[in-house]
């Protein structure tokens, strides 16, 4: 088994060589390699998605991905930006399938901005489609107007299209996991404005046939925003767009505590994956070693039950994982008062000791 390791940039190297360190405190004979991405290829090699770092990442069985981005390269042409390493990865591997579980566990009930007795138990699955819509819609681009309000004036625009096939594929998906789970999904659309989440809907309403035994609801997704901080745990599976399920699985990371809590896989019709924390770089704290490894902890062992076929060694690490927070230790993110507050490589020190206790 070969696993890609691709830190990238800012916090993406810190979070990243926590999460090898549990992999190889786990004894199972991966062979790992890393690349340069995002902004630290682009130094490198002028290219935020190298060959020799697609050309990895495609044979590998699976990819453990760190974040990439900075503010230094905001005014790159978008093309050469660090973020079209990520993107060009879910696309050229077809990883349409995004999971990204928001899971308060016990200890982190304080650490959110929320009530406790809101959070307290909270287990919900936002599935996100992560290689479509207006995300990579054609055409795009700026120009002058021809129409619109202001004919003549410099403006820009992007597509949001959705296929019938794109969106049969992620609600089976969303259907099949429910079915493990509450056997209930929201699908959350804008179907009272765009046209293509109204065709969003009928394709879901369409799958769902398939799947009786599972509740359906539909949702716009102003009213999934103000509900996921009303009621959450009044969800169960939660399947939307690329672009509202990113914007809602940030929202969601702060009902587990931190988005450092929030783990992600992306996985493509193959099972092959690729498995990154949902938050970014954090340009902000690189460098403090204050970051918190758990998201990515946590990937990788979404990465051992999915891509790698190791279910109880992802057990193993999320055990640890609740140890270590049943122990105290916090990152400045997750901390409260009476708990003991760690830095990045403190609190993958302690997962890997309680791994191997
Ligand atoms: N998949 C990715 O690689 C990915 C995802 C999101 C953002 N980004 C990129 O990251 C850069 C920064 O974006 P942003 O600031 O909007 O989002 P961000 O997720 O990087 O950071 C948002 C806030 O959360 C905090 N934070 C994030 N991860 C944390 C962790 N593990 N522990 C503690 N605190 C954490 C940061 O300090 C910051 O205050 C941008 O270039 C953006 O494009 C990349
Ligand atoms: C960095 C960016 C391209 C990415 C996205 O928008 O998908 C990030 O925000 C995420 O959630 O993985
Ligand atoms: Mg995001």
Not at 70 to 77: G, Q, R, T, V
Not at 256 to 275: C, D, E, R
Not at 317 to 331: H, N, S
Request: glycine share 8%; proline share 5%; hydrophobic share 45%.
């Amino acid at each position: 088994m070969k696993i890609a390791v691709l830190p990238g940039d800012g916090i993406g190297t810190e979070i990243v060589s926590e999460a090898v360190k549990v992999l190889e405190a786990l004894d199972l004979n991966f062979e790992m390699e890393s690349a340069l991405v995002g902004g630290a290829a682009y130094e490198a090699h002028g290219h935020p998605l190298p060959e020799s770092t697609l050309k990895l990442a495609k044979e590998a069985d699976a990819i453990l991905f760190g974040a990439v981005g900075d503010w230094k390269y905001d005014k790159l042409d978008r093309p050469l930006r660090p973020e079209q390493a990520i993107l060009g990865l879910r696309k050229n591997l077809g990883l349409f399938a995004n999971f990204r579980p928001a899971i308060c566990y016990e200890q982190l009930v304080g650490a959110s901005s929320l009530k406790p007795e809101l959070i307290a138990g909270l287990d919900i699955l936002i599935i996100r489609e992560l290689t479509g819509d207006i995300y990579f819609g054609q055409p795009r681009g700026r120009r002058v107007a021809t129409d619109g309000h202001f004919p003549g004036a410099e403006e820009a625009f992007d597509t949001m299209r959705y296929s019938r096939p794109e969106i049969e594929r992620i609600a089976h998906v969303a259907f099949q996991a429910a079915r493990k789970r509450n056997k209930k999904v929201t699908s959350v659309d804008k179907a009272n404005v765009l046209e293509t989440f109204q065709f969003w809907k009928d394709v879901v309403t369409d799958v769902h046939k398939e799947y009786p035994d599972v509740e359906l609801q539909h949702m716009y997704v102003d009213n999934a925003a103000m509900q996921l901080v009303k009621a959450p745990k009044a969800f169960d599976v939660v399947v939307t767009g690329n672009m509202f399920g990113d914007i809602l699985s940030d929202e969601a990371s702060m009902l587990t505590g931190s988005i450092g809590m929030l783990p992600s896989a992306s996985l493509n019709s193959s099972n092959q994956g690729l498995y990154e924390p949902s938050h970014g770089s954090a340009p902000d704290i690189a460098g403090k070693g204050v970051a918190n490894p758990l998201a990515t902890i946590l990937s990788a062992a979404m990465m051992l039950r999915f891509s790698l076929n190791q279910e109880a060694a992802a057990q193993r690490i999320e055990a640890a994982v609740q140890k270590v927070l049943a122990q105290g230790l916090r990152t400045p993110d997750i901390y409260s008062e009476g708990t003991t507050k760690v830095g990045t490589a403190q609190m993958g020190d302690a997962v890997v000791k309680a791994l191997t206790a």
